[in-house]
């Protein structure tokens, strides 16, 4: 069963295909199939705008989509920017326009807990639907580290591994980010569901 990947974010897209290849999931991206849907993210948590985006692509694409829907939430922001982590600061910024944004609202901040959160959602077209989801503590850093991932990466601060996500492989990310273990989980339910 192929599945097209309901995104057109390109750091996202390259991490999910290499961790459902990696489970056997045969997936193709919007752009393999000419598909353009832009879908406004109405939704409050990450739950629904990921499940939005999954039917919007599985009734364009006529394929089971699997959608991501992720954010940044920091503590001293009261969890923010959360579900509006793409468009934090507004349309002209870029990832790097994103995240310095952040280091100066937390300039003098010493409360620097944060977590990634994913949502997975996936439509079938019959109307069948999974969900899952994951996350990863940190901190914000105090300056970007490293040039690896995408959005956000260069000032998440994992304690454990001395390292922000930026300075990692995308396989040492993906072993224990909010998007490695909400697909994980969604992989579990996907072979349940596939059973029956
Ligand atoms: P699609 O809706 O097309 O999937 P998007 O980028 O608009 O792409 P979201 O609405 O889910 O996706 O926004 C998630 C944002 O959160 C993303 O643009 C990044 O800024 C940030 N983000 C999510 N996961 C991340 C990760 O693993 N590393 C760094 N930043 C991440």
Known sequence: MK????????????????????FGVEVVSPGDLGITVDVEETG???????MLKARAICEAAGLP????????????LNGGPGVYSARYGGEGLDDRGRYM?????????TTRAAHFACAIACAFPGGDELTAEGRCDGTIAF??????????DPVFFVPELKK???????????????????LADFVKKLATYLKK
């Open 3 to 22: 599945f097209v990947l309901a995104t057109h974010n390109p750091g996202k897209l390259r991490e999910m295909s290499a961790i459902l290849s990696q």
């Open 101 to 109: 944004l952040l280091l100066n609202n937390l300039r003098g901040q």
């Open 164 to 182: 922000t996500f930026g300075q990692l492989t995308a396989e040492e990310k993906s072993a224990i980010s909010h998007r490695g273990r909400a």
């Open 143 to 152: 300056a970007p580290m490293g040039e690896g991932g995408f959005g956000y």
């Open 44 to 50: 409050t948590t990450f739950a629904e705008n990921a």
């Open 65 to 76: 989509a699997i959608a991501d829907d992720s954010g940044l939430c920091v503590d001293a």
